[in-house]
């Protein structure tokens, strides 16, 4: 079926280098797309969302870029804090489940982010 | 406001016990869903309610697997008998969605990690 996925497993940087996390998918019908932070023995935190029919989005320090060509999102941390280390998500969702309409979160497999000081 | 609240954070119990899992979505939200996550097949969604009511229990893994919802404040996921293999963190989350195809950000609890022996 399809799903969402992650091409890096892990990535670490040094305390106030940008940091780049991608995710690709293989739904060309999702039409929202999430990024999810993930803390040491906490649930998944909402960081920024993106709708199909934009290519970009900020927040405060983080940009979500998608790419619908090539079906590739990417999250952009700028100036990584030690803060920032945690398990990044993206997930997607799709519209429409089987006969039942809402939003169905599709998570992919995450990035584990070290921030080294 | 206090977030998804759910407990135990901690459960530990032996192979064929019944366990059951409690949530308290965020007040005013109408749409509620429980999720497993481990480390091989990620985070998963078992269960989704929309005003109380079962709407896609496609992903809940078998018989042994019931969950309700008796009010807008209140669900449960139980698991008679339990597995070690159920072992996993279990998260609840919830959202503002009204049922339609929603992209409504959901909003996850600090999770219920249960260890089967």
């Known amino acids: 079926g399809e799903s969402v996925g992650l091409h890096l497993p892990t990535l670490s940087v040094q305390e106030g280098d940008n940091s780049i996390i991608n995710c690709a998918y293989s739904?060309?019908?999702?039409?929202?797309f999430i990024w999810y932070k993930q803390e040491s023995g906490k649930g998944p935190q909402f960081i920024i969302d993106?709708?199909?029919?934009?290519d970009k989005r900020q927040g405060q320090r983080v940009t979500v870029l998608l790419n619908k060509t090539v079906k590739h999102l990417s999250l952009q941390i700028a100036a990584t804090q030690p803060g920032d280390s945690a398990v990044y998500f993206c997930a997607e969702i799709l519209a429409y489940a089987g006969g039942t309409s809402y939003g169905k979160l599709t998570f992919g497999q995450g990035t584990i982010l070290t921030v080294h000081p | 406001d206090a977030g998804v609240i759910q407990s135990p954070r901690h459960e530990v119990t032996e192979m064929g016990q019944e366990v059951t899992l409690r949530c308290k979505p965020i007040s005013g939200h109408n749409s509620l869903f429980w999720y497993r996550q481990t480390m091989m097949r990620g985070l998963e969604l078992l269960i989704y309610f929309n005003n109380n009511v079962p709407i896609d229990d496609s992903g809940m893994p078998e018989d042994r697997f019931s969950a309700k919802m008796p009010n807008a404040s209140f669900s449960t996921l139980k698991i008679q008998p339990s597995e070690p293999r159920d072992s996993a963190v279990y998260f609840c989350?919830?959202?503002?969605?009204?049922?339609?195809?929603?992209?409504?950000?959901?909003?996850f609890g600090p999770g219920t990690r249960l260890t089967v022996l």
């Open positions: 739904n060309s019908a999702s039409d929202y």
């Open positions: 989350a919830s959202s503002r969605a009204s049922g339609r195809a929603s992209t409504d950000t959901q909003y």
């Open positions: 993106i709708r199909s029919n934009m």
